[in-house]
């Protein structure tokens, strides 16, 4: 924050697309660490409690998380010309990373050692997820639900998804929509 106690903002759009593009190819399949840890603790261009407020927005929107972040962080400074900035920032340059090694991969993707390194990704995707969700953990203490409601939504979609097995738009519809009803009746309606 600066001294009149303003947030830093992007310059220009062209702040936008290094930012993003940049952020994207920090990122192999858990790019959810990379974008709090950018956004939140390296740029400044929001708090804490603004990022899990996107991301709770972004997660219930079709499509990647991070892409969705993207359009709304874009739209938030420059309208659309900066969600446009944003989304090309987040695909210029892994979409040629990801059509090179598609040029690669028939040669390469039956090999003992490639296949071990995509299981290894996916384990460190997952383990950034996690590290995220702890990070962030302390923003639950001013959520309306307040953290020990929070944390029970969470044990109940985990279980629901992890040990259940149920169909993830059951879940999304089911216990987002009892938790939107619950924050609704501790805030009350909008007051103009």
Not at 34 to 51: D, I, M, P
Not at 53 to 77: C, H, K, T, W, Y
Not at 141 to 163: E, S, V
Not at 164 to 191: E, N
Request: charged share 10%.
């Amino acid at each position: 924050m600066d001294e009149q106690g303003q947030r830093p903002a992007p310059a220009h759009p062209w702040a936008l697309f290094l930012a993003f593009n940049r952020l994207a190819l920090q990122g192999f399949g858990g790019v959810l660490a990379v974008a709090q840890r950018e956004l939140v603790e390296r740029l400044g261009w929001l708090s804490k409690q603004e990022f899990m407020e996107v991301l709770a927005v972004a997660q219930v929107m079709p499509g990647p998380n991070v892409v969705n972040i993207s359009l709304m962080i874009g739209d938030r400074f420059f309208g659309l010309r900066g969600a446009f900035a944003s989304v090309a920032g987040m695909f210029a340059a892994p979409c040629l990373i990801v059509l090179g090694l598609t040029a690669l991969a028939g040669q390469w993707l039956h090999e003992p050692v490639v296949q071990g390194a995509l299981r290894g990704m996916g384990a460190v995707s997952a383990g950034l997820i996690l590290a995220t969700g702890v990070k962030l953990l302390g923003t639950l203490k001013q959520h309306p639900l307040g953290r020990p409601t929070a944390l029970a939504f969470a044990a109940l979609a985990f279980a629901a998804i992890a040990l259940l097995r149920w169909p993830l738009i059951w879940i999304v519809l089911g216990l987002g929509g009892l938790g939107m009803a619950l924050v609704y009746l501790r805030l009350g309606p909008p007051q103009d």
